[in-house]
């Protein structure tokens, strides 16, 4: 069984940095594509940076290019997602998912086999 687990979230003001590591137990072969996700108060979950974990190809979301960096330590089996330049409407619970590759970097929801429990980040003005 594969197991996420997410830390680094909190309370920042507007401007602000966060950095979000996901520790991923472990990577089956058929799953190589780690996607951050969040979800927002009232709106549905989306994606915001794909990886995959043997290239180094990333993909960002329109909505967080600039300013959210994806990046991964294969050795540590971490996948961290760096926030700058926050916004209040980055607001919400993010999410680090494991799946494939197949069909994009960044995963649709669809495409996610193992999710993490999630953290915080709210964003105050």
């Known amino acids: 069984q594969v197991q996420l687990v997410e830390s680094g979230g909190g309370s920042v003001q507007t401007g602000g940095s966060l950095r979000l590591p996901c520790v991923v137990s472990?990577?089956?072969?058929?799953?190589?594509?780690v996607s951050w996700f969040r979800q927002g108060p009232q709106k549905e979950r989306e994606g915001v940076a794909g990886i995959a974990i043997n290239s180094v190809a990333t993909l960002h979301a329109d909505s967080v290019k600039g300013r959210f960096t994806i990046s991964r330590d294969n050795a540590k089996k971490t996948v961290d997602l760096q926030m700058n330049s926050l916004i209040v409407e980055d607001t919400g619970m993010y999410y680090c998912a494991l799946g494939s590759c197949r069909g994009g970097l960044l995963l649709s929801r669809a495409r996610v086999t193992y999710w993490g429990q999630g953290t915080q980040v709210t964003v105050t003005s």
């Open positions: 472990s990577y089956p072969a058929e799953w190589n594509c």
